[in-house]
């Protein structure tokens, strides 16, 4: 049985974040397996991810899976750590800044608890749990936000990403899976006071793309989004950026942190009208996602590698 954990963070407000809470969201990241270990996309965003933490800047990285294609990694000394990560992550204003991680399917192909304990090794790589729970505040507010990161993987099983669209085959243990959908409908009831509460994942809710919807989330996670008046949920696994919005949920797709994939081939199956924003240019460098927490709106502005503000989109806080 897997111990529930809570993790506070203490935010300091950087560069232009007075006032504000910032992040950068970050998915399918994780290089090859081969030399020279990163690809030229994970080069390129990490350095734009870089620039976004001076200005506008950012308090924490939210990684969203799939942190080391294709096999994860082996143990905690693994040298993929330093040659996928640490020396990739490196550019000045990125260095200073936490990460929080959660599993994608490539690194429940490897070994997660390695990339649990790796947590003890990097200051900055923070990873306690498969699934876990930040509490935020805005600060210099009274404004508070809840982030729930998953994994999506013990939820709803693994996927064969080398099949077209191979959706995930069930949970191999029926328990665990139940307990951590306990424990986030706990996490839910508990947040009823908090501004905004985001929810993470590496598998898609909603998506347009090569995956699209992943049929046991939308009958697990998506009937909560709702009830709950969840802000936004954040995932990857799909390689390309998107918003969504059904029901006063949005729905953020960041997998651009390494592969860059163009096809929409599932976008019959989203509700209509939700898709609001894809961009999935063959040529792109890559990108991320930047939130900016103020008490007001949560802002999700979608960048390239290039610095290119590609969409942005305001989101309201919950009625309390
Ligand atoms: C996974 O990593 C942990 C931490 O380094 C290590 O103790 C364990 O032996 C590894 N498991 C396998 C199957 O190699
Ligand atoms: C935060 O709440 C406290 C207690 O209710 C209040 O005294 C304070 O003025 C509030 N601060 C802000 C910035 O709203």
């Not at 942190?67 to 490196?90: H, I, K, L, M, S």
């Not at 805005?138 to 099949?163: E, H, I, K, M, S």
């Not at 792109?284 to 290039?306: C, D, I, K, Q, Y």
Request: with cysteine.
């Amino acid at each position: 049985m897997l111990a529930l954990l809570w993790v506070a963070v203490t935010v300091t407000a950087v560069a232009a974040g007075g006032g504000a809470l910032q992040f950068l969201a970050v998915g399918d990241w994780g290089g090859v397996p081969d030399p020279p270990f990163a690809t030229p996309r994970e080069v390129a965003t990490a350095a734009a991810m870089g620039r976004a933490a001076a200005a506008p800047g950012a308090d924490f990285v939210l990684a969203l899976g799939d942190n080391f294609y294709y096999r994860g990694v082996r143990d905690e000394w693994d040298p993929r750590f330093q040659d996928t990560f640490e020396r990739v992550f490196a550019v000045p204003g990125l260095r200073a800044l936490p990460w929080f991680v959660l599993a994608g399917n490539h690194d429940h192909a490897g070994n997660v608890t390695a990339q649990l304990a790796y947590s003890r090794r990097s200051p900055r790589w923070h990873f306690p749990h498969y699934y876990y729970s930040l509490r935020l505040r805005v600060p210099g507010t009274n404004a508070t936000a809840r982030l729930l990161l998953l994994d999506t993987v013990l939820l709803c099983g693994a996927a064969d990403d080398f099949g077209p669209g191979a959706p995930p085959r069930g949970p191999a243990d029926a328990a665990a899976a139940a307990a951590q959908l306990a424990w986030l409908r706990a996490r839910l009831a508990a947040a009823a006071r908090d501004r905004f509460v985001l929810v993470a994942g590496h598998y898609p809710v909603w998506s347009v793309a090569e995956h699209g919807p992943t049929a046991c989330l939308l009958r697990l996670l998506r009937p909560l989004l709702r009830r709950h008046r969840v802000t936004a949920y954040l995932c990857g696994h799909d390689h390309n950026l998107q918003f969504l919005e059904e029901d006063g949920v949005g729905y953020v797709v960041s997998g651009a942190g390494n592969f860059m994939e163009p096809t929409q081939r599932h976008g019959g199956a989203v509700p209509p009208g939700a898709l609001r924003f894809f961009y999935g240019a063959p040529e792109s460098p890559g990108g991320f996602a930047h939130l900016r927490l103020e008490p007001h709106a949560a802002t999700v502005t979608f960048l390239e590698a290039t610095g290119r503000v590609l969409y942005r989109v305001a989101l309201p806080p919950r009625d309390l």
